[in-house]
């Protein structure tokens, strides 16, 4: 079994940062990509951020040039630092993580998703 426990949400003000982390751990043998996906009330999941496990990235248009997702492949962690935060960044933040187990299996697993909200 694979865990992602995220940190670091909480409530800031318009034009504010936070950092997000997320780090995975159990029977992980080696980690494709990990990613950051948010969840607004009423809506769909949908993907923020995603990095590869050679430091390819890809971000959604309304947060690029705001928000960076870096990762330190020793620790199984990703990180999202998010600038500027706009109130419509307010959402549940989830971790994922595509990668390969010691059973030889290829999965997708989520994190229990930290709260990031952001007031005008």
């Known amino acids: 079994q694979v865990q992602l426990v995220e940190s670091g949400g909480g409530l800031v003000q318009a034009g504010e940062s936070l950092r997000l982390s997320c780090a995975a751990s159990?029977?992980?043998?080696?980690?494709?990509?990990m990613g950051w996906y948010r969840q607004a009330p009423g809506k769909q999941r949908d993907l923020v951020a995603r990095?590869?496990?050679?430091?390819?990235?890809f971000y959604v248009d309304s947060v690029k040039g705001r928000f960076t997702i870096s990762r330190d492949n020793a620790k199984n962690t990703v990180y999202l630092q998010m600038n500027s935060l706009k109130p419509e960044d307010t959402a549940a933040y989830y971790c994922?993580?595509?990668?390969?187990?010691?059973?030889?299996?290829?999965?997708?697993?989520w994190g229990q998703g930290t709260q990031v909200t952001v007031s005008s």
């Open positions: 994922n993580t595509d990668c390969y187990t010691i059973r030889g299996s290829r999965d997708t697993y």
């Open positions: 159990g029977s992980i043998l080696s980690i494709n990509a």
């Open positions: 990095i590869t496990n050679s430091g390819n990235t």
